[in-house]
């Protein structure tokens, strides 16, 4: 009796060494495979270590005296001082000086303010961008339209609604080319300084995310180094 189940007992004995054998040598290639990946993981990895103080300061200001950005506005500037000159010096008598003179004060702003961004400094930047964008926006869409609008090589005297004398006209080309001279001046100068503001600004807004960028990572390194 006790012999009947000695061909079963042969037969799952040695099943049951195989099973085992099988399971643990899975287990070894799983620990190989986990092994060998992360030493692929770790290959060129060091420690991790915070950045020093030195390149991440806490003390960033606010209001930095330069900017990363290389931007240059001598164009600008050669541009308002030829501005001065043409606003004071065109033939046009129908306008007086006085009302050249807040124009002509203006493009001096205008030039002292791209010299000195040409330093960086973004609260320059900021300031260039906020003088020329209304300055462009106006050249282009007031001056230019009306000094084409009213455009006339010719001079008239009389001939109004309350005179008695009657209309008498002459040819005057100085006016009128000095009117076109003005809408041509104006589209220039108003492309030119619309450029100039868009150009200021992104440098600006640059800085600023550029000086963000610095705090949090000095923050950062702060925390992992407590």
Excluded at 29 to 58: H, K, V, Y
Excluded at 60 to 87: E, K, W
Excluded at 156 to 161: D, V
Excluded at 192 to 221: C, G, I, M, Q
């Amino acid at each position: 009796m006790r012999f009947r189940w000695l061909p079963i007992l042969v037969v799952v004995q040695p099943l049951s060494i195989s099973a085992r054998g099988w399971s643990q040598e899975q287990n070894s290639d799983s620990s190989r495979g986990l092994a060998r990946r992360d030493e692929r993981d770790n290959i060129g990895a060091g420690p991790l270590r915070p950045l020093p103080r030195s390149d991440l300061s806490l003390e960033a200001p606010l209001l930095q005296t330069t900017t990363n950005h290389a931007v240059s506005f001598g164009m600008v500037r050669r541009v308002a001082t030829i501005n001065v000159f043409f606003n004071a010096l065109r033939p046009d008598p129908t306008i007086i000086w006085q009302a050249r003179l807040p124009r002509i004060m203006w493009e001096v702003c205008i030039a002292v303010a791209a010299a000195a961004a040409d330093g960086g400094s973004p609260p320059l930047l900021l300031l260039l961008s906020l003088m020329t964008l209304p300055t462009a926006l106006v050249d282009i869409f007031i001056w230019a339209p009306g000094f084409a609008l009213f455009s006339e090589f010719e001079t008239c005297k009389g001939g109004g609604f309350f005179s008695r004398e009657p209309r008498v006209c002459e040819v005057d080309y100085a006016r009128g080319l000095g009117r076109l001279l003005v809408v041509a001046q104006c589209v220039v100068t108003g492309v030119l300084y619309l450029l100039a503001s868009v150009v200021s600004f992104t440098a600006f807004v640059d800085d600023r995310e550029t000086v963000r960028a610095k705090k949090n990572a000095a923050a950062l390194a702060g925390v992992l180094q407590k």
